[in-house]
């Protein structure tokens, strides 16, 4: 059974930093590309970025990018987000997320984890 | 970056009916766009992906596997539909398309409420 468990979350001042975690199960993670993607309260969901399945290709919506870095240790089968210059626009609950389809970046995702809430407030 | 437009912002319709969901990319996508429902307090639920494949067999603790077949999307290129055919009770709820031709961005949703 996939299972994919965000931590790391929590309450930052604005311009500081947290560093994200999502620890992955239930599938072979070094084959399969991953997404971060957050929501605000009350909000829509906002992709932030994707890694491929080997780290080697990252991608990361305009919002974040220079702020935020997605990486990944395949032997620890664990997606990081280090996120830096946090901003009060920057709260949301944010969800990992696998794809599809193996050995693949351009794909659908079809399991989300339960979300960790970062809040930045002063 | 690519935008994703969805229209309308919020959709009435009555049980039985026919709801049609509008998805349009601000650059060719190809088929690379998913349709995805989301209820409150729930992680979003993948319905389609390839534009028209309705995402079956994929197994979860809380959910159905399958995707009823009254669930189709068609379109690509920069428009993209996603039809419910006879809206049933728990088909209420906001749909989300994504691209992810080039990273993955969002539409902003689409809520599907009772008449």
């Known amino acids: 059974q996939v299972q994919l468990v965000e931590s790391g979350g929590g309450v930052v001042q604005p311009g500081r930093s947290l560093r994200l975690s999502c620890a992955a199960s239930?599938?072979?993670?070094?084959?399969?590309?991953m997404h971060w993607v957050r929501q605000a309260p009350g909000k829509g969901l906002e992709w932030v970025a994707v890694?491929?399945?080997?780290?080697?290709?990252?991608y990361y919506a305009d919002s974040v990018k220079g702020r935020f870095t997605i990486s990944r240790d395949n032997s620890k089968n664990t997606l990081y987000m280090q996120m830096n210059s946090l901003r009060a626009e920057d709260t949301a609950v944010y969800y990992c997320?696998?794809?599809?389809?193996?050995?693949?970046?351009?794909?659908?995702?079809?399991?989300w984890g339960q979300g960790t809430l970062v809040t930045v407030s002063s | 970056e690519i935008v994703m437009t969805q229209s309308p912002a919020t959709l009435s319709v009555s049980p039985g009916e026919r709801a049609t969901l509008s998805c349009r990319a601000s650059q060719s996508i190809s088929s690379n766009l998913a349709w995805y429902q989301q209820k409150p307090g729930q992680a979003p639920r993948l319905l389609i992906y390839?534009?028209?494949?309705?995402?079956?067999?994929?197994?979860?603790?809380t959910r159905a596997t399958v995707i009823p077949a009254r669930f189709s999307g068609s379109g690509s290129g920069t428009e993209f539909t996603l039809t419910i055919s006879s809206l049933q009770s728990e088909d209420f709820a906001v749909y989300y398309c994504q691209q992810y031709n080039q990273g993955g961005t969002f539409g902003q949703g689409t809520k599907v409420e009772i008449k």
């Open positions: 890694i491929s399945y080997d780290g080697s290709n990252k």
């Open positions: 390839g534009a028209s494949t309705r995402a079956t067999g994929i197994p979860t603790s």
């Open positions: 239930g599938f072979t993670f070094s084959s399969y590309g």
């Open positions: 997320a696998k794809i599809v389809v193996p050995a693949a970046t351009r794909s659908a995702i079809d399991y």
